[in-house]
């Protein structure tokens, strides 16, 4: 990768506004780096330390630090939890991913089977070969946090209905923050754990776990638990970052508390994928994957009319490049101006733009007084009017009031044949059936039974209406 140039993986436009960005102030946030950089989750860590490297030789301050709430944020945002409040989502693991520590032992072998027993073979002679058992020295995997459940009330609300949404947001934050050692002591009980569950599985799936004696078999059970307990703490102690960033989507179609939700997801994603041997802070890492879970859902779940994710990440980046050079130009750009700063035509920028419109419902409250709605405005021109209405109405007493005086017989052809009920008018053969006789003597009662109507005395009201048409 030449050290002088934007990564393949970026757009060379957003690269040199992030580098523009960190001359003017000689340093850019990580919250700026994934705000203005597509990262890919494939090559997250690869993308993080390339940044990192060429921030660096300009002279640019990658700052890693986050914005954590304190206790008292934590039970602020809980005070209205129900209120309503834009990126791909990771794939599976990435290719290319390091093993369980496992090597194969005799070179590169075609056959997959005897690979297999080559592997299995190797767990079986040395279960704990290659698997880092991490100590925690420091106590931070025995902290536990036992979380409030919905419905449930914590000791200190037994005099009342506790909220459980505000129990859990101050109980997340009376979690110690951790320090970048007990960072990396969690990470490495994390991996043990990874392994040994890993070998585990393999010995169970080809039968052949009885045949590893029991103590080593009780260290890898014990050390795969371990390493769920530490991902475990690892993600607790985590939770007040989600809460962070969950609060900056706040107004854009989904409540705070599925907002969190979302960005646990994302957490949890964070832990399993966090390679502590790259140098990043678990929150720089666990930053994108949240943003990126939350993200992912307000495109999915915020819009009546659901809009693709990536048609999400181009409306988002020609808002921010709009914003941006409305405040440069003081004005706001021209789709051609617009147009080139996203590399994008003029008839692209505008259908983009015309896209991201959000829907209005007609029942939307119009005024301070809230007494009408939008669709008192806006003139349906399929609409009959009312006079329309009224004249139709009266147009229907008139035809049964002629029809009043016919025989039921001449009354149900007439209706059967001009569709009077229905709409549907039916032919001669299908009215004969109707009565079980011939078209022939439908034809005559029906000639009948307009003579009739033609009558001067009957028909008079009803020339009415075609007169005035």
């Given at each position: 990768?030449?050290?002088?140039?934007?990564?393949?993986?970026?757009?060379?436009?957003?690269?040199?506004?992030?580098?523009?960005?960190?001359?003017?102030?000689?340093?850019?946030?990580?919250?700026?780096?994934?705000?203005?950089?597509?990262?890919?989750?494939?090559?997250?860590?690869?993308?993080?330390?390339?940044?990192?490297?060429?921030?660096?030789?300009?002279?640019?301050?990658?700052?890693?630090?986050?914005?954590?709430?304190?206790?008292?944020?934590?039970?602020?945002?809980?005070?209205?939890?129900?209120?309503?409040?834009?990126?791909?989502?990771?794939?599976?693991?990435?290719?290319?991913?390091?093993?369980?520590?496992?090597?194969?032992?005799?070179?590169?072998?075609?056959?997959?089977?005897?690979?297999?027993?080559?592997?299995?073979?190797?767990?079986?002679?040395?279960?704990?070969?290659?698997?880092?058992?991490?100590?925690?020295?420091?106590?931070?995997?025995?902290?536990?946090?036992?979380?409030?459940?919905?419905?449930?009330?914590?000791?200190?609300?037994?005099?009342?209905?506790?909220?459980?949404?505000?129990?859990?947001?101050?109980?997340?934050?009376?979690?110690?923050?951790?320090?970048?050692?007990?960072?990396?002591?969690?990470?490495?009980?994390?991996?043990a754990g990874t392994q040994a569950a890993v070998r585990l599985a393999e010995l169970s799936a080809a039968g052949r776990l009885e045949?590893?004696?029991?103590?080593?078999?009780?260290?890898?059970?014990?050390?795969?638990?371990?390493?769920?307990?530490?991902?475990?703490?690892?993600?607790?102690?985590?939770?007040?970052?989600?809460?962070?960033?969950?609060?900056?989507?706040?107004?854009?179609?989904?409540?705070?508390?599925?907002?969190?939700?979302?960005?646990?997801?994302?957490?949890?994603?964070?832990?399993?994928?966090?390679?502590?041997?790259?140098?990043?802070?678990?929150?720089?890492?666990?930053?994108?994957?949240?943003?990126?879970?939350?993200?992912?859902?307000?495109?999915?779940?915020?819009?009546?009319?659901?809009?693709?994710?990536?048609?999400?990440?181009?409306?988002?980046?020609?808002?921010?490049?709009?914003?941006?050079?409305?405040?440069?130009?003081?004005?706001?750009?021209?789709?051609?101006?617009?147009?080139?700063?996203?590399?994008?035509?003029?008839?692209?920028?505008?259908?983009?733009?015309?896209?991201?419109?959000?829907?209005?419902?007609?029942?939307?409250?119009?005024?301070?007084?809230?007494?009408?709605?939008?669709?008192?405005?806006?003139?349906?021109?399929?609409?009959?009017?009312?006079?329309?209405?009224?004249?139709?109405?009266?147009?229907?007493?008139?035809?049964?009031?002629?029809?009043?005086?016919?025989?039921?017989?001449?009354?149900?052809?007439?209706?059967?044949?001009?569709?009077?009920?229905?709409?549907?008018?039916?032919?001669?053969?299908?009215?004969?059936?109707?009565?079980?006789?011939?078209?022939?003597?439908?034809?005559?009662?029906?000639?009948?039974?307009?003579?009739?109507?033609?009558?001067?005395?009957?028909?008079?009201?009803?020339?009415?209406?075609?007169?005035?048409?």
């Amino acid at each position: 990768m030449n050290p002088g140039a934007a990564s393949p993986r970026f757009s060379s436009t957003d690269w040199s506004e992030l580098i523009e960005r960190g001359r003017e102030r000689g340093t850019v946030t990580q919250e700026e780096v994934f705000e203005v950089l597509d990262l890919d989750a494939d090559h997250l860590d690869s993308d993080l330390a390339w940044i990192r490297s060429e921030l660096s030789e300009r002279g640019i301050k990658l700052d890693e630090s986050v914005e954590l709430l304190s206790v008292s944020d934590l039970e602020s945002a809980a005070q209205s939890p129900a209120r309503a409040v834009d990126e791909d989502e990771p794939d599976g693991d990435a290719e290319g991913e390091e093993g369980d520590g496992i090597g194969d032992p005799g070179g590169e072998i075609d056959d997959p089977s005897v690979e297999i027993e080559a592997r299995l073979q190797a767990v079986l002679a040395d279960p704990l070969g290659g698997i880092d058992v991490a100590t925690d020295d420091s106590g931070q995997g025995r902290r536990r946090l036992h979380l409030v459940r919905p419905g449930r009330h914590s000791s200190a609300d037994r005099g009342g209905s506790a909220d459980p949404v505000r129990v859990y947001l101050k109980e997340i934050g009376q979690v110690a923050l951790l320090t970048a050692a007990e960072e990396v002591s969690l990470a490495r009980r994390i991996e043990a754990g990874t392994q040994a569950a890993v070998r585990l599985a393999e010995l169970s799936a080809a039968g052949r776990l009885e045949e590893l004696e029991s103590t080593p078999r009780r260290r890898l059970e014990r050390t795969a638990r371990d390493g769920e307990r530490a991902k475990s703490d690892l993600i607790q102690a985590n939770l007040r970052l989600v809460v962070s960033i969950a609060k900056r989507y706040v107004g854009r179609g989904m409540q705070l508390l599925d907002l969190i939700q979302e960005g646990n997801l994302g957490l949890m994603r964070a832990v399993e994928k966090f390679d502590y041997t790259k140098g990043f802070k678990f929150s720089t890492y666990a930053t994108w994957w949240i943003r990126q879970a939350i993200t992912r859902a307000i495109a999915d779940q915020a819009r009546t009319i659901r809009i693709p994710v990536h048609m999400v990440e181009s409306i988002n980046k020609v808002h921010r490049i709009q914003r941006q050079m409305m405040q440069e130009l003081e004005r706001d750009p021209t789709m051609e101006e617009l147009g080139a700063k996203v590399d994008m035509t003029p008839d692209r920028v505008r259908e983009i733009l015309r896209i991201s419109q959000d829907p209005l419902s007609l029942d939307s409250p119009v005024g301070e007084a809230d007494d009408s709605n939008l669709s008192d405005f806006i003139e349906d021109t399929q609409a009959d009017a009312p006079a329309e209405i009224a004249a139709r109405k009266m147009l229907g007493d008139a035809v049964l009031e002629a029809l009043s005086e016919l025989s039921d017989r001449e009354k149900q052809v007439v209706r059967l044949r001009f569709g009077l009920d229905d709409g549907q008018a039916r032919t001669l053969e299908e009215v004969g059936r109707e009565f079980g006789v011939t078209r022939e003597r439908i034809r005559q009662i029906e000639a009948k039974t307009l003579a009739k109507l033609r009558n001067p005395h009957r028909s008079q009201k009803l020339r009415d209406y075609l007169e005035g048409d």
